[in-house]
């Protein structure tokens, strides 16, 4: 495809290629003129014709729902091994992964147990929240000086002094069991698929799944396979928090410079040192962005997670919101926001410093010169238990000097709910009757065949026959599989709210990428969009929206924006400063400068945020299911409360589909403006 | 007015627990912890607890596990999980016919509560259509216009539970020819926060209320009386007003199941016995609830306080 690019350039068959370009084009505009055509006319007339063109009769459906059963019963009950079956495999996995969490669990929360149940001896006392709260102030210290341990401090404390700490260490405990299976994982994949193509095929596909299938889809399968408890919450939350750390390692590490390359083949690098050595540490920045994402998806499966027994501050928001007690919801929402900020922030500076040399002298001295940090921790931990055995407040924070917010949070929404909810309702019914409703309305009345035989023009005119081939079949799978209807809802639903997730989150890239400040304040909303559980204002939206799709559309435009942002933002931060200077030089304004080298440098890195920004959308479906829309997410929803495997996964994997073929036709059509962006440079670079 | 946490204060049950486990296991029977799962509506909560407080006193080992509802099924039946305080007749049937087949799972029987779901209106809206609770009442125009909103003018706007939960609902209009619009909440949390929202604005509300629940405790109402419901009624057209179409009656009504692994009986015969006797009927678990989720007690002091008062009731299930 580079060579193909890089062609037009040349000056010599550049008249040829623009006389065959207008050839070319002609010949297309007569093949769009004729699809359209026949669109329409299928679409206004064919219904009385080919009513199957609309709704596939029950016949020729596909009945993948039994045969997804099905093999999943032969999974769960007679797949063997020979030795052990496929469920001693997998229980064995929970278990592998079940002894490190109890582990940590008992550092942080239950004190360390012999036996199980209200049986069991505690034989050593949980860490105290002092200890806990020292020891991150001491990595933040360490990582990244006095502001940092104060951030981590004011993280933690807030936890305690809000009486969020026992359900917080809960959850602590599995996201630091969750993030580094995934972040470790993620790199690995993206290693292997940076060096073998064929992985790289094969693997995208597979985190497009792991992405886009809902989480409810596979969570009766997981239950069956790793049992009930935490572990299972645990592979729930790795099999969602690892694609974007795989993605983003890829693409890190495919943009470490020539340069460093052949710095590692001049210095006579091994394979592992070339890997280790040079390009894992240049592609760092990119790959903290990945560590970043790990963070937040983890917390963001606090909620999911919960459902199936992992407990901690998700049951907390989910139990409060039930009692519609929409502060202690908040409370225990932006708990999970602290501990979002503390572990990113902490990651961050780990992975930003650098490893300091000069360590000769140090050998001279004693242990505590040498490991002030580690000596410090341990003396800390010592101390405080040995003072929590006499002194209760130091083992756990009192309870008398806790603090709530009480029924503040319920009494302003009460406040806006009174007064102003006439206004609030007139603005919704404007939009919804002027656009949500048309929309789903001209959507819905599409025939499928004429949609995948749009779709597959459309793949054919920006990636070739393969690509035709690919979202054609795809499109008609939805349908065969007798999901289309549904699909329409949800692709109505999600497409509303992601156009209008990047009209609002470009922009605000934009602007925050210039503006250090704007981008820290930028960076702490969006960070806070992305872990506060999106229950949490679904609850008080439904008081002020109703329930239905309006309602859904909010929370989907809440948790997708967050990805528009940062990646434009990213991707313009990382612009080439040499090029700038050269536009600067040059005499170009700061507009110029901003359109026609920043965003269009940037534009992978936009293009991808968009593409986030879709799959985050489409992930947000299980949740609008909660307010009520008839889409994929409600099937989904309905097949885990009745525990039917197939019916969830079918239209799970309707929804990856979906998914699949926008994140396509947008590469495509990157990959092709790319191309003639490259043409118009040469072309404007002569004139 | 402290809040109430549930997962914080179970933790500390926990804690409380491994501290005070003094008590002596049954000598013949198994020392391995009876899981019960704890779901997240405060009745629940209190209902489990109360078994496993009643579990521990017979020296028992007694461990809460949080686990959806529905999901729930899968640990029961490969035995990862053991009992299931809290099965309702009304949303739980199939799941529970499901699972009870395979020969895993064992019905307990009943808790002595009884599910109410039906329609429910604030008491506010009998103004508007004074003829409620009468469910005619509700076939006149102006009793529709007095319960739509502009999406569903002129038909009224009646708020169901989440599709999962069943119903009948869309059936019920349809064969009592009612001029309402059924919209369906995707979560009960959503329901009551509409019903929430509605109540603050004294605004017409016509919703699925459920009891034993906080909502008909806390907001004056009443439920809508339709043709009592009878098992004829569902299954044949003919039966009452309208002959050509089923469900045109009121919702049935059903206890509340206690559910348990089929391994329970033999692992832990004593336990099964006590399980089984569990009962505590609607007024009294409608009180229990109000104190924690209105008054802002735990669950926790809810409990010590029923075990305190009723030491003879539940020495009797444990003998």
Same mark, same amino acid.
């Given at each position: 495809?580079?060579?193909?690019?890089?062609?037009?350039?040349?000056?010599?068959?550049?008249?040829?290629?623009?006389?065959?370009?207008?050839?070319?084009?002609?010949?297309?505009?007569?093949?769009?003129?004729?699809?359209?055509?026949?669109?329409?006319?299928?679409?206004?007339?064919?219904?009385?014709?080919?009513?199957?063109?609309?709704?596939?009769?029950?016949?020729?459906?596909?009945?993948?729902?039994?045969?997804?059963?099905?093999?999943?019963?032969?999974?769960?009950?007679?797949?063997?091994?020979?030795?052990?079956?496929?469920?001693?495999?997998?229980?064995?996995?929970?278990?592998?992964?079940?002894?490190?969490?109890?582990?940590?669990?008992?550092?942080?929360?239950?004190?360390?147990?012999?036996?199980?149940?209200?049986?069991?001896?505690?034989?050593?006392?949980?860490?105290?929240?002092?200890?806990?709260?020292?020891?991150?102030?001491?990595?933040?210290?360490?990582?990244?000086?006095?502001?940092?341990?104060?951030? #981590?401090?004011?993280?933690?404390?807030?936890?305690?002094?809000?009486?969020?700490?026992?359900?917080?260490?809960?959850?602590?405990?599995?996201?630091?069991?969750?993030?580094?299976?995934?972040?470790?994982?993620?790199?690995?994949?993206?290693?292997?698929?940076?060096?073998?193509?064929?992985?790289?095929?094969?693997?995208?596909?597979?985190?497009?799944?792991?992405?886009?299938?809902?989480?409810?889809?596979?969570?009766?399968?997981?239950?069956?396979?790793?049992?009930?408890?935490?572990?299972?919450?645990?592979?729930?939350?790795?099999?969602?928090?690892?694609?974007?750390?795989?993605?983003?390692?890829?693409?890190?590490?495919?943009?470490?410079?020539?340069?460093?390359?052949?710095?590692?083949?001049?210095?006579?690098?091994?394979?592992?040192?070339?890997?280790?050595?040079?390009?894992?540490?240049?592609?760092?920045?990119?790959?903290?962005?990945?560590?970043?994402?790990?963070?937040?998806?983890?917390?963001?499966?606090?909620?999911?997670?919960?459902?199936?027994?992992?407990?901690?501050?998700?049951?907390?928001?989910?139990?409060?919101?039930?009692?519609?007690?929409?502060?202690?919801?908040?409370?225990?929402?932006?708990?999970? #926001?602290?501990?979002?900020?503390?572990?990113?922030?902490?990651?961050?500076?780990?992975?930003?410093?650098?490893?300091?040399?000069?360590?000769?002298?140090?050998?001279?001295?004693?242990?505590?010169?040498?490991?002030?940090?580690?000596?410090?921790?341990?003396?800390?931990?010592?101390?405080?238990?040995?003072?929590?055995?006499?002194?209760?407040?130091?083992?756990?924070?009192?309870?008398?000097?806790?603090?709530?917010?009480?029924?503040?949070?319920?009494?302003?929404?009460?406040?806006?709910?009174?007064?102003?909810?006439?206004?609030?309702?007139?603005?919704?019914?404007?939009?919804?009757?002027?656009?949500?409703?048309?929309?789903?309305?001209?959507?819905?009345?599409?025939?499928?065949?004429?949609?995948?035989?749009?779709?597959?023009?459309?793949?054919?005119?920006?990636?070739?026959?393969?690509?035709?081939?690919?979202?054609?079949?795809?499109?008609?799978?939805?349908?065969?599989?007798?999901?289309?209807?549904?699909?329409?809802?949800?692709?109505?639903?999600?497409?509303?709210?992601?156009?209008?997730?990047?009209?609002?989150?470009?922009?605000?890239?934009?602007?925050?990428?210039?503006?250090?400040? #704007?981008?820290?304040?930028?960076?702490?909303?969006?960070?806070?969009?992305?872990?506060?559980?999106?229950?949490?204002?679904?609850?008080?939206?439904?008081?002020?929206?109703?329930?239905?799709?309006?309602?859904?559309?909010?929370?989907?435009?809440?948790?997708?924006?967050?990805?528009?942002?940062?990646?434009?933002?990213?991707?313009?931060?990382?612009?080439?400063?040499?090029?700038?200077?050269?536009?600067?030089?040059?005499?170009?304004?700061?507009?110029?400068?901003?359109?026609?080298?920043?965003?269009?440098?940037?534009?992978?890195?936009?293009?991808?945020?968009?593409?986030?920004?879709?799959?985050?959308?489409?992930?947000?479906?299980?949740?609008?299911?909660?307010?009520?829309?008839?889409?994929?997410?409600?099937?989904?929803?309905?097949?885990?409360?009745?525990?039917?495997?197939?019916?969830?996964?079918?239209?799970?994997?309707?929804?990856?589909?979906?998914?699949?073929?926008?994140?396509?036709?947008?590469?495509?059509?990157?990959?092709?403006?790319?191309?003639?962006?490259?043409?118009?440079?040469?072309?404007?670079?002569?004139? | 007015?402290?809040?109430?946490?549930?997962?914080?204060?179970?933790?500390?049950?926990?804690?409380?627990?491994?501290?005070?486990?003094?008590?002596?296991?049954?000598?013949?029977?198994?020392?391995?912890?009876?899981?019960?799962?704890?779901?997240?509506?405060?009745?629940?909560?209190?209902?489990?607890?109360?078994?496993?407080?009643?579990?521990?006193?017979?020296?028992?080992?007694?461990?809460?596990?949080?686990?959806?509802?529905?999901?729930?099924?899968?640990?029961?039946?490969?035995?990862?999980?053991?009992?299931?305080?809290?099965?309702?007749?009304?949303?739980?049937?199939?799941?529970?016919?499901?699972?009870?087949?395979?020969?895993?799972?064992?019905?307990?029987?009943?808790?002595?509560?009884?599910?109410?779901?039906?329609?429910?209106?604030?008491?506010?809206?009998?103004?508007?259509?004074?003829?409620?609770?009468?469910?005619?009442?509700?076939?006149?125009?102006?009793?529709?216009?007095?319960?739509?909103?502009?999406?569903?003018?002129?038909?009224?706007?009646?708020?169901?539970?989440?599709?999962?939960?069943?119903?009948?609902?869309?059936?019920?209009?349809?064969?009592?020819?009612?001029?309402?619009?059924?919209?369906?909440?995707?979560?009960?949390?959503?329901?009551?926060?509409?019903?929430?929202?509605?109540?603050?604005?004294?605004?017409?509300?016509?919703?699925?209320?459920?009891?034993?629940?906080?909502?008909?405790?806390?907001?004056?109402?009443?439920?809508?009386?339709?043709?009592?419901?009878?098992?004829?009624?569902?299954?044949?057209?003919?039966?009452?007003?309208?002959?050509?179409?089923?469900?045109?009656?009121?919702?049935?009504?059903?206890?509340?199941?206690?559910?348990?692994?089929?391994?329970?009986?033999?692992?832990?015969?004593?336990?099964?016995?006590?399980?089984?006797?569990?009962?505590?009927?609607?007024?009294?678990?409608?009180?229990?609830?109000?104190?924690?989720?209105?008054?802002?007690?735990?669950?926790?002091?809810?409990?010590?306080?029923?075990?305190?008062?009723?030491?003879?009731?539940?020495?009797?299930?444990?003998?």
């Amino acid at each position: 495809m580079s060579e193909a690019a890089s062609i037009p350039r040349a000056p010599a068959p550049l008249a040829a290629a623009g006389a065959g370009g207008r050839e070319n084009r002609r010949r297309w505009h007569i093949i769009w003129g004729a699809g359209v055509l026949a669109f329409v006319l299928l679409w206004q007339f064919g219904e009385s014709y080919a009513g199957w063109a609309f709704d596939i009769p029950r016949g020729w459906r596909i009945p993948m729902q039994r045969w997804i059963s099905d093999a999943m019963r032969w999974l769960v009950e007679e797949a063997s091994f020979g030795l052990f079956t496929f469920t001693d495999l997998t229980r064995f996995l929970a278990a592998m992964v079940e002894a490190p969490y109890r582990l940590v669990l008992g550092l942080l929360s239950t004190g360390i147990l012999d036996g199980r149940g209200s049986a069991a001896v505690q034989l050593l006392p949980p860490l105290s929240w002092l200890a806990v709260t020292g020891v991150a102030m001491l990595m933040g210290h360490y990582a990244g000086g006095r502001r940092l341990a104060l951030l #981590v401090g004011g993280c933690f404390a807030f936890l305690a002094v809000f009486g969020q700490w026992a359900s917080a260490m809960v959850t602590l405990a599995s996201i630091l069991i969750a993030v580094p299976v995934g972040v470790v994982g993620g790199l690995l994949l993206g290693l292997a698929a940076f060096r073998w193509r064929m992985f790289d095929r094969a693997l995208r596909p597979v985190l497009d799944l792991m992405q886009t299938v809902p989480v409810f889809a596979y969570l009766v399968p997981i239950l069956f396979l790793f049992g009930f408890g935490p572990t299972s919450a645990v592979v729930a939350t790795i099999i969602y928090a690892l694609p974007p750390m795989t993605r983003i390692s890829l693409l890190a590490l495919r943009a470490v410079p020539e340069e460093a390359h052949e710095l590692g083949r001049m210095t006579g690098c091994s394979r592992r040192q070339m890997t280790w050595r040079i390009l894992v540490p240049s592609a760092r920045p990119g790959l903290m962005v990945g560590v970043n994402q790990v963070i937040m998806l983890s917390l963001n499966m606090v909620i999911i997670a919960s459902m199936i027994g992992a407990g901690g501050l998700g049951f907390d928001v989910l139990a409060a919101l039930r009692r519609l007690d929409i502060g202690a919801g908040i409370e225990a929402g932006l708990a999970i #926001v602290a501990l979002a900020i503390a572990l990113d922030r902490l990651s961050q500076a780990f992975a930003d410093r650098r490893p300091e040399h000069g360590a000769e002298d140090a050998q001279r001295k004693g242990l505590l010169a040498r490991h002030p940090y580690t000596v410090a921790g341990c003396l800390l931990v010592l101390v405080t238990a040995l003072a929590g055995l006499v002194a209760a407040p130091v083992q756990a924070y009192p309870k008398a000097l806790q603090l709530s917010t009480g029924s503040v949070g319920s009494d302003i929404v009460g406040w806006i709910n009174v007064n102003f909810f006439d206004q609030i309702e007139a603005v919704k019914n404007a939009l919804l009757l002027n656009v949500l409703v048309p929309a789903k309305r001209f959507l819905a009345g599409l025939p499928w065949l004429g949609v995948s035989g749009l779709l597959g023009l459309l793949g054919w005119r920006l990636g070739g026959w393969r690509l035709a081939l690919l979202v054609t079949v795809l499109a008609s799978l939805i349908a065969f599989t007798g999901q289309w209807e549904k699909a329409m809802v949800t692709v109505y639903l999600c497409g509303i709210s992601v156009v209008i997730a990047c009209m609002i989150g470009i922009p605000v890239g934009i602007l925050a990428s210039t503006r250090e400040r #704007v981008w820290k304040g930028v960076e702490l909303v969006i960070d806070t969009l992305q872990t506060l559980p999106s229950f949490v204002y679904l609850m008080p939206a439904v008081m002020l929206f109703r329930v239905g799709d309006f309602t859904a559309m909010i929370a989907v435009v809440a948790y997708a924006v967050a990805p528009a942002i940062r990646y434009t933002a990213h991707g313009l931060r990382q612009v080439n400063p040499q090029l700038l200077e050269a536009g600067i030089v040059s005499g170009a304004t700061p507009w110029q400068l901003m359109t026609k080298i920043r965003l269009r440098l940037a534009l992978p890195e936009i293009l991808l945020g968009i593409n986030q920004t879709i799959m985050l959308a489409l992930s947000m479906l299980v949740i609008t299911a909660l307010v009520g829309t008839r889409d994929l997410g409600q099937e989904v929803y309905i097949a885990l409360t009745k525990a039917d495997t197939g019916r969830g996964l079918v239209a799970g994997l309707a929804v990856a589909f979906i998914a699949i073929i926008a994140d396509r036709l947008i590469a495509a059509a990157a990959e092709r403006s790319r191309q003639r962006l490259g043409l118009d440079d040469t072309a404007g670079g002569r004139s | 007015m402290t809040h109430v946490r549930p997962a914080a204060a179970i933790l500390s049950a926990l804690l409380a627990a491994t501290v005070l486990s003094g008590a002596p296991v049954r000598a013949a029977e198994n020392a391995d912890p009876i899981r019960l799962t704890l779901h997240d509506w405060t009745g629940q909560l209190i209902t489990t607890q109360i078994m496993g407080e009643v579990l521990k006193k017979a020296g028992y080992n007694v461990e809460y596990v949080q686990a959806d509802y529905i999901a729930q099924f899968a640990g029961l039946k490969t035995g990862d999980l053991h009992v299931a305080m809290e099965i309702w007749e009304t949303t739980g049937r199939d799941a529970l016919d499901e699972a009870t087949a395979t020969g895993q799972v064992e019905n307990l029987g009943e808790s002595g509560m009884l599910a109410i779901e039906e329609w429910w209106y604030p008491s506010y809206m009998k103004e508007l259509c004074p003829g409620l609770p009468d469910w005619e009442a509700l076939k006149s125009d102006a009793c529709a216009e007095a319960f739509s909103t502009a999406e569903t003018a002129p038909k009224g706007r009646y708020l169901g539970a989440p599709v999962t939960w069943g119903g009948y609902d869309d059936e019920r209009v349809e064969a009592l020819e009612l001029p309402f619009e059924v919209v369906h909440a995707g979560t009960d949390a959503a329901l009551f926060a509409e019903l929430e929202s509605a109540y603050q604005r004294k605004a017409p509300i016509l919703l699925w209320v459920y009891a034993p629940h906080w909502a008909p405790q806390k907001y004056e109402g009443e439920w809508v009386e339709f043709p009592t419901y009878e098992k004829a009624c569902y299954e044949d057209p003919a039966w009452g007003s309208n002959p050509d179409m089923a469900y045109d009656c009121g919702k049935p009504r059903g206890p509340i199941w206690k559910v348990a692994w089929s391994g329970v009986k033999d692992k832990w015969p004593g336990a099964h016995k006590a399980i089984s006797a569990f009962s505590v009927d609607n007024d009294e678990m409608g009180g229990m609830i109000t104190k924690v989720d209105l008054d802002g007690q735990s669950v926790e002091d809810v409990v010590a306080a029923w075990m305190e008062a009723n030491t003879d009731r539940w020495s009797e299930w444990i003998k």
